[in-house]
């Protein structure tokens, strides 16, 4: 050896806990992804969930139920969820206004909640990234389906890697709908409100997002037209979500999840039939 000569320690390569790097947990199991840079997985903004970034820094989502290129999408969840290609569960694509698709989601439930319980059945819905890490589980349980039961209204939990982010709960309305986005403390953050029970004709239909105290208009969701065709046939519905610029990304991706909930509210058909 040369006098003065460093020679470097050696290292020993320490394994990533689970939740760190390509790794993520789905139903109690790891499943190991495809290495990512580490600038595509480290939280750039403060006090943001892991993965919710870019719903954080967007404006708008675009939501399409049963996208056209819907075999790839049902690979990347079959990946990361229960979902069966089989089954006529909903499945979601998630896109920013510019058209990059973001996030998938697909419904979890059982055929029979299916085809029994129509619209107000109860069901888990997984949103995952392009990195097809779970990053959204919202939770509904099951709930009548009729207006006039005002003793159980819609309800919808939103969470992130177990954490309670917020909960949409429906308030009693004869006329207008009317549903709320609370915190996980249970203080309300937004109002939801819409026309009569869904109602409209060739055109979109809009549900203001309004402040806590339900004063001024601050954002909006809305189902939009597909044209006579696609409306008929039921193929395919479009909705997208407007957020207000205050909102934390814990009030975002709860207001993504009243998108979801008032898309079966008012929405989804009842008359639900077997798989082929």
Known sequence: MLPNQVVPAPTTQQPQPLGVGPYTTVTGHAVMLTPQPAMLIQN?????PRGLEMMAKTGQLIIQQKPPDSTLLEDILSEVTDFDKGLEANKYSISTPSGQTVYWAAEESGCCDRNCCGRGRSFRMRVVDSQHGEVLLLDRPLR?????????????????????????TQEFSVFYPSFSIRGPDGDVRLQITGPCWGCGCCSDIEFPVMSADGRRQVGNLTKRWNGIGRELANDSKTFSVSFPDFADPATRATLFGATILLSYVFFEKDNIQQPS
């Open 44 to 48: 750039t903004v403060p006090g943001c």
């Open 144 to 168: 009548c389906s009729c207006c006039c039961c005002f003793c159980c209204l819609q309800e919808l939990e939103v969470s992130s890697g177990g954490v309670l982010l917020g909960t949409v």
